[in-house]
């Protein structure tokens, strides 16, 4: 009874008064039936959320949300994991959020577990409709609920990535204590852009949604984002300043290391110093966000015409061979 009175009250206008009449009329059935449910399941196997949905199947295709279960890092990890099912496998191929119940911890699904965090895990609730931020277009093929919690802050994404019994995971926690919560930022406003595209094929009008595309330390363009550095070099010293500029502790993720890296190179490009210090969970010295770090170097031997350089270096995993460390910043002084 409860969940039939939400759904009046949030669904739209006319389209609200159809599924009033429809629950009235299936509604004892579908509480107790997942009909809605296999058809929302059959129909993403088939190819149809693609074919209605292009322009956002091509952004989630290509996200690691749809590659959580594939992921071959993941993969060789849980497979170390004893309990894996119970302990790992819920969040990276997980059952609709909405019916598990957002914010519960996710359980792990018996099908289509190749998908990863799909569509339907995001979108899909009880009754096979599909809730969202807001339709301007209907459809048969699923009802459409307005939902509040996906233009909210961190609400839905919290459900993966802020579980209390999952620190090593956890995003949310450094979010909500750093300025970009103050100044009412999201989630999304980093990883989902704002972008202007049909929702569907069936839609009249491009309308603002955000892309699907949940860029994170794949991506070049968003570590280059990541932090600053600054250099102040004076004859005793060289202070370098690192500021993060990541709406989370950074590196987000534990299996990842940022290392800052000073060298002194000869006129002739011969070494003739290099230091470095690794920053990951790990070494327990993660940065908070905008948190700004001094690294104070007693002067180098340096000479007239030698180059100082500054390198910010981010290492995917400890198996990430130096030849594949993405430059994050980097800043040079030549020795006058
Ligand atoms: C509460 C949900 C949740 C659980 C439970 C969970 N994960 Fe994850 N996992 C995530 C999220 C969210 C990310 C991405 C963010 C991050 O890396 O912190 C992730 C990322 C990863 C990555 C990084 C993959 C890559 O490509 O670099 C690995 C490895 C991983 N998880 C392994 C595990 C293992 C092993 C377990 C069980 C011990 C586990 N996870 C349990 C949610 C979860
Ligand atoms: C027959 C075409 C069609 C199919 C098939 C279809 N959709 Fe939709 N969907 C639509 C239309 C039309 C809209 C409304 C678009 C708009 O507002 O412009 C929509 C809206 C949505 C919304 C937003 C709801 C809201 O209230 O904001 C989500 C989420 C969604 N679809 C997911 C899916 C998923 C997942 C699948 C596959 C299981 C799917 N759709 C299959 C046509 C379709
Ligand atoms: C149902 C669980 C779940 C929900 C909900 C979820 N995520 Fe994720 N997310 C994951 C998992 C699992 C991964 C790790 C995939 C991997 O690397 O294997 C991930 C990865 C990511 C990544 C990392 C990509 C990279 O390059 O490393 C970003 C960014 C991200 N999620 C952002 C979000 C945002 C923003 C939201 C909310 C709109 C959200 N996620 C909601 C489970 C979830
Ligand atoms: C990790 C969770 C997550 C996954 C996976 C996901 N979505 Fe979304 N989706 C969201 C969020 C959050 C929004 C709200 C964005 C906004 O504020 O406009 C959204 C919005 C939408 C909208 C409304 C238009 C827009 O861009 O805002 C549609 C339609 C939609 N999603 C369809 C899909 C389809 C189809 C898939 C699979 C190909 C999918 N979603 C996968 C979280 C997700
Ligand atoms: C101000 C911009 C900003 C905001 C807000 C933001 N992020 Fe990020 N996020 C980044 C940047 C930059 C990176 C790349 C550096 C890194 O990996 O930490 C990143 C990386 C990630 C990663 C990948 C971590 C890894 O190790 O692979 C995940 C997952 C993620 N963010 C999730 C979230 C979630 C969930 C929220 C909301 C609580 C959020 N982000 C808010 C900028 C932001």
Redesign the pocket.
């Known amino acids: 009874m409860k969940t039939r009175r939400r759904k009046v009250t949030i669904s739209l206008g006319l389209f609200g008064c159809v599924l009033v009449t429809l629950i009235a009329i299936l509604g004892p059935r579908a509480e107790n039936t997942t009909d809605p449910v296999k058809e929302a399941y059959q129909g993403f196997q088939e190819g149809k959320?693609?074919s209605c949905?292009p322009a956002?199947?091509r952004?989630?295709?290509n996200?690691m949300?749809a590659k959580a279960w594939v992921d071959e890092i993941y993969q060789e990890i849980a497979n170390q994991i004893e309990d894996r099912e119970t302990k790992c496998d819920g969040c990276h191929a997980p059952q609709p959020i909405l019916i598990t119940g957002i914010g519960e911890m996710p359980k792990l699904r018996n099908g289509q577990r190749e998908a990863g965090?799909?569509?339907l895990?995001?979108?899909l609730d009880a009754e096979g409709a599909?809730h969202?931020?807001q339709?301007s277009a209907e459809t048969y093929f699923h009802a459409n609920v307005t939902n509040l919690i996906?233009?909210a802050p961190t609400t839905?994404?919290s459900t993966c990535h802020g579980q209390p019994t999952v620190p090593e995971h956890d995003q949310v926690s450094s979010f909500l204590n750093s300025k970009f919560a103050e100044e009412h930022q999201s989630c999304?406003t980093c990883h989902?852009p704002?972008?202007k595209?049909l929702?569907?094929t069936a839609s009249y009008e491009s309308?603002?949604?955000?892309?699907?595309t949940?860029r994170g330390s794949r991506s070049v363009a968003q570590l280059r984002r990541a932090a600053t550095l600054r250099l102040e070099i004076t004859p005793e010293k060289t202070s370098v300043k690192l500021q993060s500029k990541t709406g989370h502790i950074l590196p987000g993720g534990t299996l990842r290391t940022i290392i800052l890296e000073v060298k002194l190179l000869s006129p002739e490009g011969i070494e003739r110093q290099t230091e470095q210090i690794s920053i990951s969970d790990k070494a327990r010295n993660r940065l908070l966000p905008s948190e700004e770090r001094t690294y104070i170097f007693d002067t180098l031997p340096s000479a007239t015409g030698d180059t100082l350089t500054v390198r910010l270096l981010y290492q995917l995993t400890p198996k990430t061979p130096k030849s594949e460390w993405i430059v994050m910043a980097e800043k040079n002084h030549v020795v006058p």
């Open positions: 959320c693609k949905h956002i199947w952004e989630w295709e996200s949300h965090v799909s569509c895990v995001c979108h599909m969202g931020p339709a996906y233009t839905l994404c999304a989902m704002v972008v595209r929702q569907s309308i603002k949604g955000r892309k699907h949940w």
